[in-house]
Each structure stands twice: as structure tokens, then as C-alpha cells.
T-cell receptor, first 118, second 115 residues
Framework: AQSVAQPEDQVNVAEGNPLTVKCTYSVSGNPYLFWYVQYPNRGLQFLLKYITGDNLVKGSYGFEAEFNKSQTSFHLKKPSALVSDSALYFCAVRDITPSGAGSYQLTFGKGTKLSVIP | KAGVTQTPRYLIKTRGQQVTLSCSPISGHRSVSWYQQTPGQGLQFLFEYFSETQRNKGNFPGRFSGRQFSNSRSEMNVSTLELGDSALYLC??????????????FGPGTRLTVT
């Protein structure tokens, strides 16, 4: 079964500093990886995805993520944090093989709360 | 394009009652998935529908059910509500049912409180 781990429940970073939100995954084959962000009382917003190719993926709002196959990691990064980046961040993985009737299920991590301090 | 819409946004029900939640996907999206979000369990997959067929189901009791209509709109139903069903229920749509790695787009959710 596929799984995702986000080892930090909370990450605090000063505004203007670089930020990293960690994610590791476990799948039976090659993964499709996603990052989503959730603001209070809102649904999840898609940030970026890794399918294949370049290990560094660029996404929305200046975020990027680095895929590392040997370490089975997909850490989210941003060079300079903004207060408005404060939110809950979810990493998700989708296996390339179907889990049922041709469907491909997304498995989410528990989420990491990012607080950017002014 | 309008995003995923969910109605109602907030709902308060009593134990033992049943509830129906509605989701309208982004125009052209034929796959709809439902997730339950709670502080303790995080995001858990409920089920996915594509072309009016349930393609996948998560590990939830039979009290949780859903359906999809020909216009891709989806409903989920929870019967005999329990206190533990209190959660944010999120609907997500995507272009196809997973053959290609299209990202899912989420609605704002329905906050269900069971008293």
C-alpha cells in the first residue's frame, strides 16, 4: 500500500528566509507526487506535481519541489517566505498502477502547518 | 471557469439522522472524488466516481454512499450519523479517472457537525 509521511507537524520560519516542508513517500512503483495548500476554512489548492523528467518542479506562488528517488522524498521549498504563505501543506502520492477498477487513488500525508513570522 | 462548488457549506445534524452533500465539478471534468478531513485522521479517501460509476472506494462503512449523475455532479450520503462523522467533507474533480496524472481540484468543503 502506498503511504506518505510528513515528519513535521509544524514548521516556523521568519519572513524572507527560505522554507522547506518535508515529505517522504512509499509506493510499489514509480510515483506521481503532488503538493497542495489549504488556507483556513478553504479547500485544498493545487501547488505543483511531479510526473517524470526534471527532478526540480516549479509551481504556483514561487514554490518548487525537489524529487529524490533514492531518498523517496519530495520536499517543498521556497527561497523567500511570505507571511501570506502561512497555511497547512499536504503532500500526496498517486501510484502509477490502478488501485481499483481502473482508478488511481490519491494518498495524502497528515499535513504540515507552516507559520511565517513577520 | 468556475471552480468546484459544494453545497451546503455548513450543516448541523443530530445522531441517527442522514445527510446528503452535493458537489458540482469543474465544467468538463468527469471524475469526482470525495474525501473526509478530520484533525485526528487527516484526509481520507471516501470514493471516486467516473461516468456515473464508482471506480474506487476507501475504507469506510456502508453508511457512506455516493452517486454521480450524467452531468458529472455528485452527491454523497451518510446514513445513521454518528458523532465521529463530524468532519470537513471535500469534493475534488479532475479531467479523467486517473489514467493520466491530472491533478485534482478541490471544492471549499462542507463542514458537517453531528450533535
Amino acid at each position: 500500500a502506498q503511504s506518505v509521511a510528513q515528519p513535521e507537524d509544524q514548521v516556523n520560519v521568519a519572513e524572507g528566509n527560505p522554507l522547506t516542508v518535508k515529505c517522504t513517500y512509499s509506493v510499489s512503483g514509480n510515483p506521481y507526487l503532488f503538493w497542495y495548500v489549504q488556507y483556513p476554512n478553504r479547500g485544498l489548492q493545487f501547488l505543483l506535481k511531479y510526473i517524470t523528467g526534471d527532478n526540480l518542479v516549479k509551481g504556483s506562488y514561487g514554490f518548487e519541489a525537489e524529487f529524490n528517488k533514492s531518498q523517496t522524498s519530495f520536499h517543498l521549498k521556497k527561497p523567500s517566505a511570505l507571511v501570506s504563505d502561512s497555511a497547512l501543506y499536504f503532500c500526496a502520492v498517486r501510484d502509477i498502477t490502478p488501485s481499483g477498477a481502473g482508478s488511481y487513488q490519491l494518498t495524502f500525508g497528515k499535513g504540515t502547518k507552516l507559520s511565517v513570522i513577520p | 471557469k468556475a471552480g468546484v462548488t459544494q453545497t451546503p457549506r455548513y450543516l448541523i445534524k443530530t445522531r441517527g439522522q442522514q445527510v446528503t452533500l452535493s458537489c458540482s465539478p469543474i465544467s468538463g471534468h468527469r471524475s469526482v472524488s470525495w474525501y473526509q478531513q478530520t484533525p485526528g485522521q487527516g484526509l481520507q479517501f471516501l470514493f471516486e466516481y467516473f461516468s456515473e460509476t464508482q471506480r474506487n472506494k476507501g475504507n469506510f462503512p456502508g453508511r457512506f454512499s455516493g452517486r454521480q449523475f450524467s452531468n458529472s455532479r455528485s452527491e454523497m450520503n451518510v446514513s445513521t450519523l454518528e458523532l465521529g462523522d463530524s468532519a470537513l467533507y471535500l469534493c475534488a474533480s479532475s479531467l479523467v479517472s486517473g489514467r493520466d496524472p491530472y491533478e485534482q481540484y478541490f471544492g471549499p468543503g462542507t463542514r458537517l457537525t453531528v450533535t
